[in-house]
Each structure stands twice: as structure tokens, then as C-alpha cells.
């Protein structure tokens, strides 16, 4: 009676060791679940936001990215934890001499006013996106998003997530090559 | 000056765990001498004034929580100012660093309530349950002190929070993932029961009687937060069917067919001191089966409808865990095997027999649905991928689940330790004839498939087989715990029943509706009667509104919706359903065709609910199993000690 058993318990322990294997290994590989945007390489779609603070009472639209300078359009709200961790690589990619665009999304006027305040403003125009209109026509799963736009209004890059300190580097790249000097 | 509160309150338990467990080891290497009296002493009120610590570093979180405390980033991080109090305080274990919380509340809680009430153990194997419980403890407060803070603060105060996801908004499954781990806790204090067992080679009915109402307990929560969870997966994701064999749907069935087979093992182990290995075993498992199933919703290596729990970096750590504690538990078995082995011998044709048998198919069906769920990972690791789903777990699961039906309803008629099948051949007959009868009689309806059909026999069958054990009883003397087991079969056939009808008999139409038209499907007309968008405070829907007759009784309102969420872009359906005593009708509305046509999908399934309401009456049995063991145990210790007083007195 007691063999058996002993044999057994000892093939469950091998099977948990080879679980554990397996699943380690498993958990190493990268996983690949970020929705890139099907926008990529085609124009902004039409849209019209209202702009706060500076402003206010003006419109952003598509065609104010087709004035032949590109730029970066960050995606973002106030109520977005990782927006805080990004504000001071947007703050040095602004002293670089990007130009940026801000999009609130779901946001008040008072907490947009209140983040930037908090957390400086590196934005050359914010515009409130409430409904998620532009955030849906452009491909954008989440907060933060930033995308780069060349000077004919053409989506070139999107960024997914906050922008770490390595990311700098790469999005002047990208704006580079949308045609900025 | 609340989340420090509550910090300080988890790292002071944190200490007293590992205080309870050395004084514990210590005490049983030192003996009853002096010293390890001492030490002894000390176990008990350790392991309550730690279970009272964790708890009140809990409610500090609640409090963080329902007051909206954005200077704490894990309220910032799932809360929003704006929410119903209720979601704000179901937030608090809506999240990975609160449902650990939780978890570990609860868990030292139930060291404690050991610590206060048990007097049944032998002390020395009390003292090795619960170093064993605080050593599982302490693997769990080093994940949240090490790893995922609750109390974390943030730099600076956001000024406002960023909500819960909203498929989890909703009341059912602000209750659903405490129920499941309400179930895993009582697992894990069963595990440590087992272990404490194994140290001190003390596995008798002593240690069944006192892990008993326990392994009930948890029992009862997974039964109920299983049911609850198929339901939210029925109307929430919108597809109509109640059973997903999703990898975490699966990976809160296998902590409770583990459970379901110890609870009868545990009976055997209580009353006839019999299968003590077995039960051991299944108590490694079913705990393994719990932890495994954490794993797996926290990992994400698995694809599953429930992603959103998902974190690679907290997988590993609970994946450590796992092979730490279930790991040393096996070693602890090896070498403990010549003590376990042992007990009372019985013949195959007994209540224990079919126990066993029972054991054995559960086991058989664990065994299945933990291989489906983890193939995928395998092949993954074999370079190719493959999912496994219904055509694997039906045919194969059933092969099993139908003679565990059978020795249901026949095993309960047996007697313990030798019986005869000629004994009890007049009921065996009848059953027999019963199931028989129901099968040709649901050919009659019409034939749908080989296994709905031999489900609906064997439910006829259990329905009445369930209630046999009551017979030529009183009914007013039968033990509660005797009416558990009969309310709980009765639920599995009620249950089954659901389930049967449902697959065979379930009508689907899929039609293109203009506003004012009509559609059949079953015994329903539905009229498509207007369409129109809706706002809510987070999402915008398209709802359709629909009047819907079953065969000549008056119209009744139907209002499905699609919603989209935009904090993260999410689209869900609300399904609506009109529920009538003999099943439900389902609705659903997709999108605008080209045609301006609306896509309508409904479905007629009778006596879905069944499933469901057996799902409860098994809760209810266990319940009712519980309240009568406790009563039982109450009685047992009120006449020891009237003996002992006697005998004093004397």
C-alpha cells in the first residue's frame, strides 16, 4: 500500500516541478497585447474639439495639422496616473523643440486646469476630447497615447502608454522623420 | 495618518505570523518541558491578536476607500469620487493589492478563530496546524509588504481617481471574487489542518471532526460564487451560454471538485477512520487547485474573458508560493507515508465503497478539466498552439460525470463497512426504471444529442434518488446534516435537469429587424417596436426596445442595449431577459446592418434558470450540513464536559 502511494506523490511533485517549469518559462516571453492603431499612414480624420484655457472658445481640427509642421498629439487626462509619471518627458521633449498637442479625454475643464498646474504645461494647445470622439477615430485604446503627425495631417508613429526617459530619444526621431528640423 | 495606520498594523501581524510560527516549531522540538510549554502558551493568543491586526489594517483600507483618499495609489488607481458607495467599498478587493489583503484577513482570521475555539485536536498537533497556517501566511504577507503595498502613497495627490473597470461594476461581482476567496481560504486552512496532521502523525477522525465544518465552509462559498460567476458570464458577455470552459472558469471548478471529494472523504475519515492518506492528498490538492487558479487569473498566461486581473510580475510571485507550499507539503507526505497509510479496512460493496468510487470519478474529472486548461501552455512550450474547449471537455468530462450520477443516488442507500446490492435491490430497480422512462419520454420531445438526453434520465433518476435516504425515517429526527446531503443531490439533478433542457431544447434566431417588425422563436413573438441611443454617466448604448409574447399571454417589455465605455474604450452587451417559471427568454442587439436593419439575436432556453437554482439548493445543503455539524460538535463538547465534572465531582 505505502509504495504505490509514495510513487505516486512523487510523480505529483515531478508534475509540479515541470508546471512551475513551464509557466516560468512562459511568463518570461513578452506578451504581445497592445492594439496598435489600423490609422497608422493615413490622415486625421475629420474632428473638431473645443480648446480650454488658452484660448477658450476656439477649435482645434484636422486642418490645423496641415499647415506643413509636425507634431506630437499626446492623448491624456487628468484622472490617468501614468499622465503624471510622463509629464517630464513631455516637458523635456517641449524644451527640444517639440510642438504638442494636447487632447483631454472624459475630462472638467477644472481638473484639466488643476493637472497642469500640478504638473507643468507642455502643451502648445489642450483641447477637451469628453466623448472620446478623437480618441476613437485616431485608433487610441487608452491613456496616455501620443502620436506624431507630419505636416500634411498623416498619422506617422503611435506611442502606447506613458513616454519613459528612453522614449525621448526615439520620438524626436520619429518627428525627424516626419519631416521636422 | 490611516494608510500608515494600516501599514503598521499589516507589518506588526507580519511579525506576529512569524512569532506564531517559531514558537510553534520551537514548542514541538522542545516538547512539554518547561520551555516548550512556554512557548506553547503563546500560539494561541498570537494567532488571534493577529488574525484582529490584519483585519483592522483592512478596514483602514475600506475607509481609505470609502472616503476617496486620491493621496493613496491604489485608490487613485481604482476608485473615482463620483461612484455609489458601494462600488467604492467593493473596490477595496476590486483590485490585485485588496483582494490579497482580503485574503490573508480573512485567512489569519480563521487562524484565530482555531486559536480561540478548537479543543478537539491534541494540542501538539494544534500547535503544527497553525505554524503550518502561518507559515502559508507568511509567503502572503511577504507578497504585499514586498511587492504590492496596499498603503502605498503618491508623491503628489491626484485630483481624481481613475474608476473600476466597468464590466465590474455591476452589485453581483462586487460579490463574486470574495465568495471565491472566502472558498480558497477555508482551503487553505484545511491544508494547514493536513499538514499539521502529517507532523505530528496524528491522522485520525479527530482531525477530520475538527477540518470538517471548514472544508464545508469552503465548499459552500465556491458552490455559491461558481453559480454566481456562470450567471454574470450568462447575461453579461452576451453570447447566451452559461459555461465557457474558459481557463478560469475551470480554475474555480477544480478547487470545488477537489473540495466535493474531500467533504466526502472527510465523512469517511470522521466516522469510520478510513482513508487518511486519501484525505491528505486531497487536501494538498484542493489547496494546490486554489492557489493554481490564483495563478492563473493573476498571471494572464492563459487567454481568458477575465484579463483585466492580469500581471506577469505578481504571477511569478504567487507561482513561487504555489511550488513552495504544495511542493514541501508532498515532501512532508513521503515522508510520512508509513503513519498515513494506515486505517480501518472495508468491503468494495459499503458506504465507504461508494464513497471511494465517488472519490475516484471526481478525482477522474479533476484530472480532465486541469488538463484541458493547462494543454494549451504545454503545447505553447512545444511551439504550436492549441485551444481546448467544449468538444474536449463534454464527451470526455461526461464519461465520468454520469457514473458519479449513478453511485449518487445509489450510494447513500448503502450501509457502512459491508452491504449487499440485493439489500437494496427494490429502490435500485425503481430508479432504474425511473431514469429509463425519463429518457424515452424526453426522445418523445424530440432527439438532440446523446448527452442531454442521458442527462435528463439521470436527473429524473437523482430528483427521486436524492430523496431515498429519507425513506421509512422520521422526518423531524433525520440529523441536519443528513438533510444537507439530500438538499445538495437534489440540486445537482435540479441543476443537471437545467443544464440537460438547455442543450437540447434551446432555440436560437439570428434576424434583421426593421422598427415594427416581428419575429418568431419558440413558443415568443417579438416585436422590434423602437430603437434609440442612451447616455449613462460612462458610456453611450444603442437600445432597442422590444415587446415579447410567449404563446397568448400578455406582451412583456425587453430592452437590450450594446454599450460602449470610454474609460478604456470597451464595448459590452446588456442582454435583456424575460424570465418565465419554465426558462428564459434572451435578447440581444448588435449593430445597424447596410440595410439599416438592426441584427437581433435571441434565444429561447427552457428552464435555464434550473441551473442556477440547483447551483443554490447545493449551497443550501452544505449549509444545512454545516449548522447541523456545528450543533453536533456543540452537544459532543457540552457532554464531555458534563462527564469530566462528574467524574471530578465524584
Known amino acids: 500500500m505505502t509504495r504505490p502511494v509514495v510513487i505516486l506523490v512523487i510523480a505529483a511533485l515531478l508534475g509540479l516541478a515541470g508546471f512551475v517549469a513551464l509557466a516560468a518559462i512562459k511568463m518570461q516571453q513578452p506578451q504581445d497585447d497592445f492594439i496598435r492603431s489600423a490609422m497608422i499612414g493615413q490622415s486625421l480624420p475629420a474632428f473638431a474639439l473645443p480648446v480650454t484655457g488658452e484660448g477658450t472658445g476656439e477649435q482645434l481640427n484636422a486642418a490645423e495639422f496641415r499647415d506643413g509642421k509636425p507634431r506630437l498629439l499626446n492623448v491624456w487626462a487628468s484622472w490617468c496616473v501614468p499622465c503624471i509619471a510622463e509629464a517630464p518627458q513631455l516637458a523635456e521633449l517641449q524644451r527640444q523643440g517639440a510642438d504638442i498637442v494636447g487632447v483631454a479625454i472624459n475630462d472638467t475643464q477644472g481638473n484639466i486646469a488643476q493637472f497642469l498646474a500640478d504638473y507643468g504645461n507642455p502643451y502648445s494647445v489642450v483641447a477637451s476630447d469628453e466623448l472620446s470622439q478623437l480618441q476613437l477615430k485616431i485608433g487610441s485604446s487608452g491613456v496616455p497615447e501620443t502620436f506624431v503627425i507630419d505636416g500634411e495631417g498623416v498619422i506617422r508613429y503611435q506611442h502606447l502608454g506613458d513616454i519613459m526617459e528612453r522614449d525621448v530619444p526615439v520620438l524626436m526621431a520619429e518627428l525627424r522623420k516626419a519631416g521636422w528640423q | ?650
Open chain 2, 1 to 650: 495618518m490611516i494608510a500608515e495606520l494600516g501599514l503598521a498594523a499589516l507589518w506588526l501581524a507580519a511579525a506576529l505570523a512569524l512569532l506564531q510560527l517559531a514558537a510553534g516549531v520551537l514548542a514541538l522540538r522542545a516538547g512539554s518541558s518547561g520551555t516548550g510549554a512556554t512557548l506553547a502558551a503563546l500560539v494561541r493568543p498570537v494567532a488571534i491578536l493577529q488574525g484582529l491586526l490584519v483585519s483592522f489594517a483592512f478596514l483602514m483600507l475600506m475607509w481609505l476607500f470609502a472616503r476617496t483618499d486620491l493621496s493613496v495609489a491604489l485608490v487613485a488607481a481604482n476608485s473615482h469620487s463620483d461612484k455609489p458607495v458601494i462600488f467604492k467599498l467593493a473596490g477595496t478587493w476590486g483590485n490585485h493589492e485588496g483582494s490579497m489583503l482580503l485574503w490573508i484577513s480573512v485567512m489569519a482570521l480563521a487562524g484565530g478563530l482555531i486559536g480561540w475555539a478548537e479543543r478537539r485536536l491534541p494540542e501538539s498537533t494544534l500547535l503544527a496546524t497553525l505554524a503550518a497556517q502561518a507559515f502559508v501566511g507568511l509567503g502572503f504577507y511577504a507578497f504585499l509588504l514586498f511587492s504590492s503595498n496596499p498603503f502605498a502613497r503618491l508623491a503628489q495627490p491626484v485630483a481624481e481617481g481613475m474608476g473600476l473597470n466597468p464590466l465590474l461594476q455591476d452589485i453581483g461581482l462586487a460579490l463574486h471574487p470574495p465568495t471565491l476567496y472566502f472558498g480558497y481560504v477555508g482551503l487553505s486552512v484545511a491544508f494547514s489542518f493536513a499538514v499539521g496532521a502529517l507532523v505530528t502523525r496524528q491522522v485520525g477522525p479527530d482531525f477530520a471532526r475538527a477540518m470538517r465544518p471548514w472544508v464545508l465552509g469552503a465548499w459552500i462559498f465556491l458552490t455559491l460564487g461558481i453559480t454566481a460567476g456562470s450567471y454574470w458570464a450568462y447575461y453579461e458577455l452576451g453570447w447566451g451560454g452559461w459555461w465557457f470552459w474558459d481557463p478560469v472558469e475551470n480554475a474555480s471548478l477544480m478547487p470545488w471538485l477537489a473540495a466535493t471529494a474531500l467533504l466526502h472523504s472527510v465523512s469517511v475519515l470522521a466516522s469510520r477512520d478510513a482513508l487518511r492518506a486519501w484525505t491528505i492528498m486531497l487536501c494538498v490538492v484542493a489547496f494546490s487547485m486554489s492557489m493554481l487558479g490564483t495563478f492563473l487569473v493573476r498571471s494572464g498566461i492563459l487567454t481568458s474573458v477575465h484579463a483585466f486581473a492580469v500581471d506577469p510580475e505578481r504571477g511569478t510571485f504567487i507561482l513561487a508560493l504555489l511550488a513552495l507550499n504544495v511542493g514541501g507539503a508532498l515532501l512532508l507526505f513521503i515522508l510520512r507515508a508509513q503513519t498515513v497509510t494506515e486505517g480501518e479496512r472495508f468491503a468494495v460493496t459499503s458506504r465507504e465503497g461508494a464513497l471511494v468510487v465517488n472519490n475516484v470519478l471526481l478525482s477522474a474529472i479533476l484530472g480532465i478539466v486541469l488538463l484541458g486548461t493547462l494543454y494549451p501552455i504545454l503545447t505553447d512550450a512545444l511551439g504550436f498552439r492549441v485551444s481546448v474547449g467544449p468538444p474536449y471537455f463534454n464527451p470526455v468530462g461526461a464519461i465520468f460525470v454520469m457514473p458519479m450520477l449513478a453511485v449518487m443516488a445509489v450510494g447513500p442507500l448503502l450501509r457502512w463497512r459491508r452491504d449487499s446490492l440485493e439489500r437494496i435491490q427494490k429502490p435500485l430497480v425503481f430508479l432504474a426504471v425511473l431514469v429509463l422512462s425519463a429518457v424515452i419520454l424526453s426522445l418523445m420531445v424530440g432527439y438532440s444529442g446523446i448527452l442531454p438526453l442521458l442527462g435528463m434520465g439521470l436527473a429524473a433518476g437523482l430528483v427521486i434518488g436524492s430523496f431515498l435516504p429519507l425513506r421509512g425515517r422520521n422526518l423531524l429526527r433525520v440529523p441536519l446534516n443528513v438533510w444537507g446531503m439530500v438538499v445538495s443531490h437534489f440540486g445537482i439533478a435540479v441543476a443537471l435537469f437545467g443544464m440537460s433542457s438547455e442543450a437540447a431544447w434551446s432555440v436560437e434566431k439570428l434576424a434583421a429587424l426593421d422598427t415594427g417588425s416581428q419575429t418568431q422563436v419558440g413558443p415568443w413573438s417579438v416585436v422590434l417596436t423602437d430603437v434609440r441611443p442612451r447616455a449613462g454617466p460612462n458610456w453611450t448604448a444603442i437600445e432597442g426596445t422590444m415587446l415579447a409574447r410567449y404563446e397568448d399571454t400578455a406582451p412583456v417589455e425587453a430592452a437590450p442595449q450594446s454599450r460602449t465605455f470610454w474609460s478604456p474604450v470597451q464595448q459590452t452587451t446588456e442582454s435583456a431577459l424575460v424570465t418565465r417559471w419554465n426558462g428564459q427568454l434572451y435578447a440581444v442587439i448588435g449593430s445597424q446592418g447596410d440595410d439599416d436593419r438592426w441584427q437581433v439575436r435571441l434565444w429561447w432556453k427552457p428552464f435555464v434558470t434550473f441551473i442556477w437554482y440547483g447551483g443554490i439548493l447545493i449551497g443550501l445543503g452544505g449549509l444545512l450540513a454545516l449548522i447541523g455539524r456545528l450543533i453536533g460538535d456543540l452537544k459532543r463538547r457540552h457532554a464531555t464536559r458534563r462527564i469530566a465534572d462528574r467524574a471530578a465531582a465524584a
